[in-house]
């Protein structure tokens, strides 16, 4: 507690001085500023001196007095698909611990991989890769699963605040984010990335070239790794139990709820069809499951269990990286980067880890949904520097998304503590050791694969 306070402290001097240094020649006016708030904003979301809700507050109060950006871009969040789709999670997910369905589901899966806490973590991993190829949002599945799994743990007697309930969460959140970077629709970063890449250089990026490239190594190492780090780090077993009980005959309440559900499921996985975002799709099956009448949730019972500081939380981590955007500072830091990080030309490792470092430095400072776009512009200028095509730099960014290291970077780890409560020193346990075996293993085997591709 101290060391991260004292951190804190000493970040927020540097923001400070940053906040007072005048503006360089050829930047334009009110830079630094925004540097100066936005590094103490990070600085505060990564030790989490402050209550996250709180550090928001902080940020959308200064970035507004300051005039470091417009309120349409500081609010931006809150007109954000993903706040909006958590949201419309949270509700689905009080649905379904309501209903008794989430218990339901996790019977069905302590019988499919109760053998072991190991077999329940790898289980609960593989669910939620499949799931990525079903689901277009890495946030919606969360909200989905994690109310199933949270029921899960409570049957296998794995009580609050114990590493079985902690790793089953994990599996839940890292599994609906790492592996789906290697699927194109799966995950926002991937879209931002593919979208950006059409508009500024006119590539195009198909499904399989995609998947071939990314799931090898990102997909199905995250699929082995993962499991195995968490069992190692969280150590639990299963108590022993007597054989379930049977499935009793489902309620009217839950009856309901399985055709909300399916109707957005089949939504989601049709969303190029029809054209309706995935927010909204959840957003509607929430205030459906919510309207009185419809016979899934008791009146009085939805408010009192929504956590809306988390939602403002996600609105507000959006919002940094659009001010990020905005500002100017993603470019400047990345042009920076290029040049003192003197990119030589080849396809060596040196050069291929040297790319991804790049992307990993600016999505600390521009978290996940922001990097893509800022590094997707000055891609040229990589190329030039490596002598690689354009489209390998473009790839180049997705190992750098699977080396997270904080919760705020990403909104499905974000909303996996909205719905969980787990505290964030457990999800950076996690990924501190996660991003070691990114850049140990997993970078290596991605430049191997590339190169018996011929991609490099």
Same mark, same amino acid.
Request: charged fraction near 10%.
């Given at each position: ?33 925004? !540097? ?45 698909? !993903? ?69 899960? #743990? ?29 699927? @194109? ?8 990335? #593919? ?153 060596? &490792? ?45 790839? #180049? ?15 499905? &780890? ?21 991003? &070691?075996?990114?850049?140990? @293993? ?15």
């Amino acid at each position: 507690m101290r060391t991260r306070n004292l951190l804190a402290f000493l970040l927020g001097l540097v923001a400070l001085t940053i906040f007072f240094v005048p503006d360089p020649v050829g930047v334009s006016d009110g830079t630094m500023r925004a !540097a100066g708030v936005l590094l103490l904003v990070l600085s505060l979301l990564a030790t989490v001196a402050l209550p996250e809700y709180l550090t928001i507050l902080i940020f959308f109060f200064l970035a507004l007095v300051i005039a470091i950006a417009p309120p349409q871009v500081v609010f931006s969040g809150f007109l954000s698909g !993903a706040a909006w789709l958590v949201f419309g999670g949270m509700i689905l997910g009080v649905a379904i611990e309501a209903t008794g369905l989430g218990a339901r589901l996790a019977g069905f899966i302590e019988r499919l991989f109760s053998q072991s806490y190991l077999h329940l973590v790898a289980g609960t991993v593989l669910i939620m890769l499949v799931l990525a190829l079903l689901m277009p949002s890495s946030v919606g599945r969360v909200t989905i699963m994690l109310p199933i799994i949270l029921a899960l #743990a409570k049957r296998m007697g794995f009580r609050e605040g114990s590493n079985g309930h902690a790793g089953l969460i994990l599996a839940v959140g890292v599994g609906a984010l790492t592996p789906t970077f290697s699927i @194109l629709p799966a995950s926002v970063p991937n879209v931002v990335m #593919a979208g950006a890449a059409e508009a500024i250089h006119g590539i195009t990026f198909t499904y399989t070239e995609y998947f071939l490239l990314h799931f090898p190594v990102i997909g199905l190492g995250t699929l082995v790794i993962l499991p195995l780090v968490i069992f190692w780090l969280f150590p639990d077993q299963v108590l022993k139990q007597k054989k379930p009980a049977e499935p009793r005959a489902l309620g009217s309440g839950e009856l309901r709820l399985i055709v909300v559900l399916t109707v957005a499921l089949v939504l989601w996985a049709t969303d190029s069809l029809h054209g309706i975002a995935p927010a909204w799709v959840a957003l509607g099956a929430g205030i459906l499951c919510a309207l009185p009448g419809v016979g899934i949730l008791p009146t009085g019972l939805l408010l009192p269990k929504l956590n809306f500081g988390t939602f403002i939380v996600l609105a507000g981590v959006i919002g940094v990286g659009a001010v990020v955007t905005h500002s100017g500072l993603g470019t400047i830091v990345g042009k920076y980067l290029i040049a003192s990080m003197e990119l030589g030309e080849g396809d060596d &490792l040196k050069t291929f880890a040297g790319v991804i470092g790049l992307g990993w430095v600016l999505e600390i400072i521009t978290t996940l949904p922001g990097q893509p776009a800022i590094m997707t512009s000055f891609a040229p200028t990589i190329a030039d520097a490596t002598g690689w095509q354009l489209r390998t730099v473009l790839m #180049a960014q997705v190992p750098a998304w699977a080396l997270v290291l904080f919760p705020y970077q990403a909104p499905p &780890l974000l909303a996996t503590r909205a719905i969980s409560g787990l505290e964030i020193r457990k999800f950076i346990r996690i990924l501190f050791p996660m991003a &070691l075996c990114g850049w140990f @293993l997993m970078v290596p085997l991605q430049w191997l694969w590339w190169s018996f591709l011929g991609y490099l």
